[in-house]
């Protein structure tokens, strides 16, 4: 899987895939059917699936993910959340906007239980998206609120000169 996330942010999203499938096959093999391993493995086979715009797939395997989550125990928030942005950028680009909306919304609530505050580069790539989905779709309101969430979260930890901190206030 590591090396699946060094093909797939150098582009290589076919070789990524054949990582991540091999992965995925090694963990049903080898692990119970509600180890922990096996949602992250569907999560980033539904990941990799949107970003080769294979969108059913990526559902599929998105919701695989979601569902083993709801059945086992534990604090997989961040799973969860991450998750939901992945079928929220899947719905949106289906221009099923109420349907994203919903997952962009619930990934915002879970990626709060599971940062407590403290936010990272992920997160922050989600307010980012999420507030330009927002503003694109009439909710102009929601996407200053998470425009402003991040700014005040970099202007806190960082400081008003960081590059993050100078694109979001533009």
């Known amino acids: 899987e590591n090396y699946a996330g060094i093909y797939k942010s150098m582009g290589d999203y076919q070789k ?5 499938t091999y992965a995925y096959n090694q963990k049903r093999q080898y692990f119970d059917a509600n180890h922990t391993e096996l949602f992250k493995a569907k999560i980033l086979l539904g990941q990799i699936y949107y970003e080769l715009r294979d969108y059913k797939k990526a559902n599929y395997f998105l919701d695989a993910g979601i569902k083993h989550i709801e059945k086992i125990s534990g604090d997989n928030y961040l799973w969860d959340a991450d998750a939901h942005y992945s079928k929220a950028l899947v719905n949106e680009a289906l221009g099923k906007i109420d349907i994203a909306t919903q997952n962009y919304d619930k990934a915002e609530s879970l990626y709060d239980l ?8 992920m997160y922050l790539d989600f307010i980012e998206k999420s507030s330009l989905f927002y503003a694109q779709n009439n909710q102009k309101e929601k996407a200053l609120k998470m425009a402003k969430k991040a700014y005040d979260y970099v202007k806190e930890n960082q400081g008003i000169t960081t590059s993050f901190e100078i694109q979001q206030t533009l």
Do not use: M, N, P, T
Not at 16 to 20: G, K, P, S, V
Not at 114 to 121: H, I, K, T
């Open 16 to 20: 990524a895939l054949e990582l991540l």
């Open 114 to 121: 599971a940062l407590e505050g403290s936010y990272d580069e």
